[in-house]
């Protein structure tokens, strides 16, 4: 290989080289010898087999939004409102799980399909807000991401607050038979790892094999030739954000019934907002999204368990991810390196 | 209801109001020149730690306000470059701030109290509310509206100009034509992308200002998660807003007086739960804002400037 072929494979190693760069230069800043923080980090992340789980039981919600704003983004559709999905899947979930009672398969069967129902809905408000109302899809989503979270504390509030009063900070813990299989003593369940590869796969049939993902691709990148050529807007946006919205959710049921064991106030705690960012550092294509998310996993639960360990903030993993984007977003001069497809920079007022 | 307790409501309303118009008027400027710029939560939480951290060690909330104005620009300029000069996705860059900020704010406050210790439950200087001389004595208006922060005052100064300058001056003409149609206003001889650049960080200058106000004026402290999603709902004020500084009064002033209300409801012992009174605010501001913005979205209102979320490129065609 040439040289130049070199650095086009190296070059997406630059923003992270340069985020370490610039997170040590902070940690120094703040007297915190950079070795002990990124040694503390790896620890946190891979230390023992416990928090390894941890890192893949983390990275499920994290790979099923992702997985899901693929397909929205594919359509052209910024579905910030990712956020709120996840959080009301998990309501939907937790619906279930407090107020039914049924054998154990057919109620975990039930969580994740209105789990699922939930997202998609959610999505699909926002979907038509967009094409009926013209507010946009960014606009309409986060809105909506802060009416799920108010919803939320009312319930942990008021109707489902704890028999003794509670602390406001969640509900009580689901019935054993409500919540996922885990393994051993971790929050990762088996199923859920099953679920997120199935969603995985979906996603990449839909957008290579169907003639739906034609459509979609066709939408995303002109939508008024798409038109012209008979594809109708209006339909696909709103199945597009739905799906996306149905993988949220049931990344929203994967947090409440094995992350949790109940439904606690940040129960998404800023999960859509990561997957976005995925999404894009992993080129909007399904194929680098596990990877993607699997660091972003391995960095953020790294520093949770750091928090426990040293004194270092668990502020740390938002503070290195943040960086890389922000560096990723100056190093990716896309368009004249060719390695990254050109999706985003469109108006929002021109609907 | 008594002059006292009207008195009262107003006094939290335009409070618990200020720190939002300051960042809702930062995104209205940054977003009328066509930058999208969802770092505000990011930036308001920097700018509230910045600012106790300065002024808890300088011993003047003057300079921590230097400070967040100063963390505000900065930030901004972070996202006006990428945004401008690298074209790069703004909603990305947006999004990387606000988490950025959010972690950073929260490490400053682990760090940055005295000997390296947390910030957390530490008092410092502050703004305290000054009546005004004359106007203080207005019966209801006065011992409300002329009974705050200097920050507050400096608002009813901001505001006027603010909204002057957009639609009454040169300046403020050019401001919004590059954004609604960017290539005309560069035709015209307007720089775009400096226009963007300075209004950019403007915005996130006021954007440090409203954080300032929470650590110094309105709740004198450093908490982690210290703004609470106010960033997030003054994003969706300047929809709510149209884009128009004076009906982001309306806006913030509705979201503080709800603020105000369940603070007098919960001193009346009611009993409904803390923290559903706590997000009333905000369940009442998202409902009356999506109610509006569909409403004027129907009937074809919505005035978002055209080129909004567009980087602009003179050799592009748009």
């Known amino acids: ?20 760069v610039i997170t040590s230069g902070l940690l120094l800043l703040f007297g915190v010898s950079p070795f002990e923080g990124f040694g503390a980090l790896l620890q946190g992340a891979f230390g023992t087999e416990a928090k390894v789980l941890s890192v893949a ?3 499920v919600p994290l790979t099923l939004a992702a997985a899901g704003l693929v397909v929205a983004f594919t359509a052209g559709l910024w579905n910030i409102g990712v956020e709120g999905q996840i959080v009301m899947g998990a309501v939907a979930s937790s619906w279930l799980a407090l107020r039914f009672d049924a054998p154990r398969p057919i109620l975990l069967v039930a969580e994740i399909l209105v789990a699922m129902a939930a997202g998609a809905l959610w999505a699909g408000v926002v979907a038509i807000f967009k094409t009926r109302g013209g507010v946009h899809e960014i606009f309409g989503g986060l809105a909506l991401n802060n009416i799920a979270i108010i919803f939320t504390n009312y319930l942990i509030s008021g109707p489902w607050q704890p028999p003794e009063g509670g602390t406001f900070r969640g509900t009580v813990p689901f019935p054993e038979k409500a919540l996922f299989p885990l393994l051993g003593v971790s929050r990762l369940s088996p199923l859920s790892i099953a679920l997120t590869l199935g969603a995985l796969a979906a996603v990449y049939f839909i957008l290579r094999g169907t003639y739906w993902g034609l459509k979609l691709d066709a939408l995303g990148r002109n939508p008024k030739s798409a038109f012209l050529l008979g594809v109708s807007s209006e339909r696909e946006m709103i199945l597009a954000m739905m799906f996306c919205g149905a993988l949220a959710g049931l990344g929203g049921s994967v947090r409440v019934l094995s992350w949790f064991d109940s439904l606690r106030q940040s129960i998404s705690g800023g999960i ?3 997957a976005l960012l995925v999404v894009m550092l992993a080129l909007f294509r399904v ?3 596990p990877f993607v998310a699997f660091f972003f996993s391995a960095v953020l639960s790294g520093s949770i368990s750091l928090q426990l360990r040293t004194q270092l903030h668990s502020s740390l993993g938002g503070i290195l991810t943040s960086v890389m984007v922000l560096l990723v977003l100056l190093f990716g001069d896309y368009r004249q390196l060719g390695i990254f497809g050109s999706r985003g920079g469109k108006a929002l007022a021109d609907e | 209801m008594t002059e006292a307790l009207i008195v009262s409501i107003l006094i939290i309303t ?12 930062g995104e209205i400027y940054t977003e009328r020149v066509g930058i999208l710029n969802l770092g505000v939560e990011g930036i308001m939480m920097m700018g509230a730690a910045t600012a106790f951290a300065v002024s808890y060690h300088s011993g003047s909330a003057w300079i921590g306000l230097l400070g967040a104005v100063l963390v505000g620009g900065l930030l901004a300029l972070i996202h006006a470059f990428l945004s401008n000069t690298m074209r790069a996705d703004q909603v990305v860059s947006g999004l990387a701030l606000t988490i950025f900020g959010t972690g950073l704010a929260s490490f400053m406050g682990q760090r940055l109290g005295p000997g390296g210790t947390t910030m957390v439950g530490l008092q410092g200087p502050k703004f305290v509310r000054t009546p005004l001389p004359l106007l203080s004595d207005i019966p209801i208006l006065g011992p409300s509206f002329f009974n705050q922060d200097v920050l507050t005052y400096g608002l009813y100064l901001l505001l006027p100009l603010l909204w002057f300058f957009l639609y009454r001056t040169q300046p403020g003409l050019h401001l919004r034509a590059v954004g609604e149609k960017p290539l005309a206003a560069d035709a015209m001889g307007v720089p775009v992308i400096r226009t963007r650049y300075i209004y950019t960080i403007f915005g996130g200058m006021l954007m440090g200002v409203a954080g300032a106000h929470l650590s110094l004026g309105y709740l004198q402290g450093w908490a982690d998660n210290i703004t609470g999603g106010r960033g997030w709902i003054a994003i969706a004020l300047v929809i ?4 128009d500084p004076l009906r982001a009064v309306i806006g913030a002033m509705l979201f503080g007086g709800i603020n105000a209300i369940q603070f007098r409801m919960q001193a009346a012992g009611t009993t409904i739960p803390a923290p559903f009174l706590n997000m009333m605010p905000y369940i009442f501001t998202i409902v009356v804002l999506v109610i509006i913005t569909w ?17 602009y490129a003179r050799e592009e065609k748009h």
């Open chain 2, 240 to 243: 709510f807003a149209t884009w």
């Open chain 1, 1 to 20: 290989m040439t040289g130049r072929a070199w650095l086009r494979r190296l070059w997406p190693l630059a923003p992270v080289l340069g985020a370490l």
């Open chain 1, 287 to 289: 194929v680098l999204v």
């Open chain 1, 57 to 59: 039981a983390f990275w």
């Open chain 2, 295 to 311: 409403w004027e979205a129907i009937s074809k209102r919505l005035g978002a400037p055209a080129a909004l979320g567009l980087p």
């Open chain 1, 272 to 274: 859509g907002f990561l």
């Open chain 2, 14 to 25: 335009i409070r618990a109001g200020t720190s939002l118009l300051y960042a809702t008027l």
